[in-house]
């Protein structure tokens, strides 16, 4: 995926702000779909590790602590720092000119289906379910018959490309393994690769080997600029 002008362009200009509010810009998306949209995404400085696990994890120590517990949530911007990223990064866009055309900015963070920008931001994901989409119809094998989306399980990441192995989703929130060999997807040959938030549908009452229901705690909305 190569990097667009005006995302490179918002990458300068929203850094100083984002910077003084102590976090890190994960990227921007810039899509044409009638009027262009330009996505800002920001989010907290990672320490390495999988956000989402350290969530879950958490949630269960707090499911131990009794049902009253409070669920922790997923460490990322808030509401008010999206905004006041939004209102500088506007005004800038603004008097620079950069965009000559209408468009729409959102400042939001990365939420659970995040965007990934580069294949160092996917390391911390390893194991979680991923879903590819390629600039054309792409086989990895001679053998397998070429797909414009790939999905499945991550299982490791080169610094050019990165292995799925390839999975569905049934709608109670089941990974299904498909039988065929991990898959390895060049980067430059993908058009936007995502992470895929899978939803686990809760326990029925009485069921056997239930666990207590898990709170979610979903993405700040888009804010528009």
Request: net charge negative; proline share 10%.
């Amino acid at each position: 995926m190569n990097q667009n002008p005006i995302a490179e362009a918002v990458i300068r200009l929203a850094a100083p702000v984002v910077e003084s509010l102590g976090l890190v810009i994960w990227g921007v998306e810039v899509a044409q779909s009638g009027r262009m949209v330009v996505r800002l995404f920001v989010d907290v400085p990672s320490d390495g590790r999988n956000p989402h696990a350290v969530a879950e994890e958490l949630a269960g120590l707090a499911q131990d602590d009794g049902p009253d517990a409070a669920q922790p949530a997923l460490p990322s911007a808030s509401i008010d720092q999206c905004e006041e990223i939004s209102r500088h990064l506007g005004l800038a866009l603004e008097v620079e000119d950069i965009i000559p055309q209408a468009y729409v900015l959102e400042v939001s963070t990365p939420g659970f289906n995040r965007l990934f920008f580069s294949t160092e931001q996917m390391r911390p994901y390893v194991g979680d379910m991923v879903e590819a989409r390629m600039q054309a119809a792409y086989a990895p094998r001679a053998d397998m018959a070429p797909r414009r989306t790939w999905r499945g399980r991550l299982e490791a990441v080169e610094a050019e490309a990165f292995l799925l192995a390839p999975a569905g989703i049934t709608p109670e929130g089941e990974v299904l393994p498909e039988a065929v060999e991990p898959v390895r997807l060049p980067w430059d040959m993908t058009r936007r690769v995502a992470r895929v938030h899978v939803f686990r549908a809760p326990e029925k009452p009485g069921k056997p080997g239930g666990g207590g229901r898990r709170r979610a705690h979903p993405e700040h909305p888009p804010l528009q600029g």
